[in-house]
């Protein structure tokens, strides 16, 4: 499969495309990278250099896959975090060339916003660009739980709640919703939960809680339930797998107490991931 992926790239450290392509890789797809910001790494380590990238240079990009034919053989889109409005209408409209060439495309929307410890890190009319736009025409997107509230305006104490905000999002254009980064009232308080919702029903997964600055993970799990979805379309095999992976992964970053995702060191957790946590039908 060949997996076109929009977001950020840092130089040092595995957030963005550079949480992405590797997983995808690993899975068997051809990525296609454009950054729509490029750092030297991740703004949390304390100071960074680099800046969100040109959206004229974004669309020439596109646009040159496209007068190439690349864009006709593109099965799936993938977009993160995009640095501004103007790179965000610029990867929608890449999105729009990539789906003129191939109707049948899946488009998976991380609609990265910000999160419960540090707010939105986005601008306003950012946030309405991704909420009004992006997420009506994506397939697939994986909001945490932060970013879920935003979009439906109210906070998710339940399960319940989850479930009904999953329902009122998909009413707006994706077919599948999964929220990460769940804590509601059915999780235990050691725990995280992942909640994946569709027309066909709803799964929950729980996964340990693990502490520290694990940036990047919301990055690599979309890339990773994008990837596992690509190879058999089961969301529920996806949803098993990419939480499996990236456990594993977040899991030998704390061990090994790194400011980085252990990305290289813990490969083999994307192709055979050492734990796989039950999955549940709650709806």
Same mark, same amino acid.
């Given at each position: 499969?060949?997996?076109?992926?929009?977001?950020?790239?840092?130089?040092?450290?595995?957030?963005?495309?550079?949480?992405?392509?590797?997983?995808?890789? /690993?899975?068997?797809?051809?990525?296609?990278?454009?950054?729509?910001? %490029?750092?030297?790494?991740?703004?949390?380590?304390?100071?960074?250099?680099?800046?969100?990238?040109?959206?004229?240079?974004? /669309?020439?990009?596109?646009?040159?896959?496209?007068?190439?034919?690349?864009?006709?053989?593109?099965? @799936?889109?993938?977009?993160?975090?995009?640095?501004? *409005?103007?790179?965000?209408?610029?990867?929608?409209? @890449?999105? !729009?060339?990539? !789906?003129?060439?191939?109707?049948?495309?899946?488009?998976?929307?991380?609609? #990265? *916003?910000? =999160?419960?410890?540090?707010?939105?890190?986005?601008?306003?009319?950012?946030? =309405?660009?991704?909420?009004?736009?992006?997420?009506?025409?994506?397939?697939?997107?994986?909001?945490?739980?932060?970013? +879920?509230?935003?979009?439906?305006?109210?906070?998710?104490?339940?399960?319940?709640?989850?479930? &009904?905000?999953?329902?009122?999002?998909?009413?707006?254009?994706?077919?599948?919703? #999964?929220?990460?980064?769940?804590?509601?009232?059915?999780?235990?308080?050691?725990?995280?939960?992942?909640?994946?919702?569709?027309? @066909?029903?709803?799964?929950?997964?729980?996964?340990?809680?693990?502490?520290?600055?694990?940036?990047?993970?919301?990055?690599?799990?979309?890339?990773?339930?994008?990837?596992?979805? *690509?190879?058999?379309?089961?969301? +529920?095999?996806?949803?098993?797998? &990419?939480?499996?992976? +990236?456990?594993?992964?977040?899991?030998?970053?704390?061990?090994? /107490?790194?400011? #980085?995702?252990? %990305?290289?060191?813990?490969?083999?957790?994307?192709? &055979?991931?050492?734990?796989?946590?039950? #999955?549940?039908?709650?709806?």
């Amino acid at each position: 499969m060949n997996i076109f992926s929009l977001q950020s790239h840092v130089v040092y450290g595995h957030v963005g495309n550079s949480a992405a392509i590797f997983p995808l890789q /690993r899975l068997g797809h051809e990525v296609w990278g454009i950054p729509t910001v %490029l750092f030297s790494n991740h703004p949390k380590h304390g100071g960074f250099r680099g800046r969100v990238v040109d959206p004229a240079q974004i /669309r020439d990009l596109a646009q040159g896959l496209d007068e190439q034919g690349y864009l006709r053989r593109c099965d @799936a889109v993938l977009s993160g975090y995009l640095g501004n *409005m103007e790179s965000g209408q610029a990867v929608q409209e @890449a999105i !729009r060339m990539a !789906r003129t060439g191939n109707p049948g495309l899946i488009v998976c929307c991380d609609p #990265v *916003m910000g =999160h419960e410890q540090d707010g939105f890190f986005v601008s306003e009319d950012l946030r =309405h660009f991704i909420r009004d736009q992006l997420i009506p025409s994506a397939d697939i997107i994986t909001p945490n739980q932060f970013e +879920t509230e935003y979009l439906v305006g109210h906070p998710l104490g339940s399960l319940s709640d989850a479930l &009904a905000a999953c329902d009122q999002v998909r009413d707006r254009g994706p077919k599948q919703v #999964v929220v990460t980064s769940l804590s509601v009232s059915e999780v235990a308080v050691d725990r995280i939960g992942t909640l994946a919702a569709g027309e @066909a029903g709803a799964w929950l997964v729980t996964t340990p809680r693990l502490s520290g600055g694990l940036f990047g993970a919301g990055d690599l799990f979309a890339a990773l339930l994008l990837g596992n979805f *690509m190879l058999d379309r089961d969301i +529920t095999a996806a949803l098993r797998l &990419a939480t499996a992976s +990236t456990y594993g992964i977040l899991a030998a970053t704390v061990a090994a /107490r790194s400011d #980085v995702l252990e %990305l290289i060191p813990a490969q083999n957790e994307i192709v &055979a991931p050492s734990q796989i946590f039950e #999955v549940v039908q709650v709806a």
